[in-house]
């Protein structure tokens, strides 16, 4: 059993000099190209994930303009039209406001 520990140890090692044999006999601009690679792919996840943050962010915003602008200006008018009890008005302004912003069609 104790044989089977010392193996176990051991194999990780040697697999590690051989890396590190394999890895010091390349040249210099391949030692060098493999970290500057790394450091490049690092910056653009960085870069990318920043910008598809900022991205939601700014269309959620915009979304939420958009739907206190419909709130403050359909919702009179829908009460109005509840109020007289116009059924056929009240289809019409909401097709017309669904034709006019096309997020509001994707609400359910």
């Known amino acids: ?3 089977s520990t010392h193996r176990n140890f051991v194999e990780p ?3 590690y000099q051989k890396i590190l044999q394999f890895w010091s006999v390349r040249g210099i601009y391949t030692r060098l190209f493999v970290p500057i690679l790394l450091l490049l792919f690092a910056a653009a996840g960085v870069r990318y994930t920043v910008l598809i943050k900022t991205e939601a962010g700014d269309a959620r915003q915009r979304y939420q303009s958009e739907m206190r602008q419909i709130e403050r200006y359909v919702m009179p008018a829908l009460l109005t039209l509840a109020d007289k009890g116009d059924q056929v008005g009240i289809t019409q ?3 017309q406001e669904v ?3 096309q997020e509001i069609g994707t609400l359910s």
């Open 1 to 3: 059993m104790q044989l």
């Open 13 to 15: 090692v040697r697999t």
């Open 93 to 95: 302004l909401l097709q």
């Open 99 to 101: 034709k006019n912003n």
